[in-house]
Each structure stands twice: as structure tokens, then as C-alpha cells.
């Protein structure tokens, strides 16, 4: 993101609210990372590479690499 201070206050502050975030994000370990750091509460992961070619093994290994990194992290995925 190109504002991370920015997010970082919005997610503190609906945190603080009680409100749970989740974040959108590709299925990458940069961007899993990132949004645990950012406090996010869960992930969703954009799954429109694997939509367009789900036979390429390369798109579901991303996503299921995601997932468990970012449940490893404590993130809802």
C-alpha cells in the first residue's frame, strides 16, 4: 500500500471500535506478511489468477501458500 501509516491508523482504529478487518490482498508472502504487520484480523485472497488459469499449478500452490502462511500468522484466511 502506498499509505501504510494511514492503514495502519484506520485498522487501530476500527480495532478499537470492536470491528474486525479483513484485507484483500494477491496470494503473496509480501503482502500476507504486510497485512498481519498492519494488524490486520483475517485476509481474503484475490484468486483471479487461478480463475483464469486454474490449471496452471503455480496459481493454486500461491493460494494455498497464502493461506497457510497466513494462518500460521494467526490471520483468518
Do not use: K, N
Not at 24 to 42: H, K, N, Q, W
Not at 46 to 59: L, R, V
Not at 62 to 76: E, F, H, P, R, Y
Amino acid at each position: 500500500t502506498r499509505d501504510q501509516a494511514g492503514l495502519r491508523e484506520a485498522i487501530a482504529r476500527l480495532r478499537d471500535g470492536g470491528i474486525r478487518t479483513s484485507l484483500f490482498i494477491d496470494p503473496d508472502a509480501t503482502m500476507v506478511r504486510a497485512s498481519r504487520e498492519l494488524g490486520a484480523d483475517a485476509i481474503e485472497l484475490h484468486t483471479g489468477s487461478y480463475a483464469h488459469h486454474p490449471d496452471a499449478p503455480h496459481t493454486i500452490r500461491a493460494l494455498q501458500d497464502a493461506t497457510a502462511l497466513g494462518a500460521s500468522l494467526g490471520l483468518a484466511v
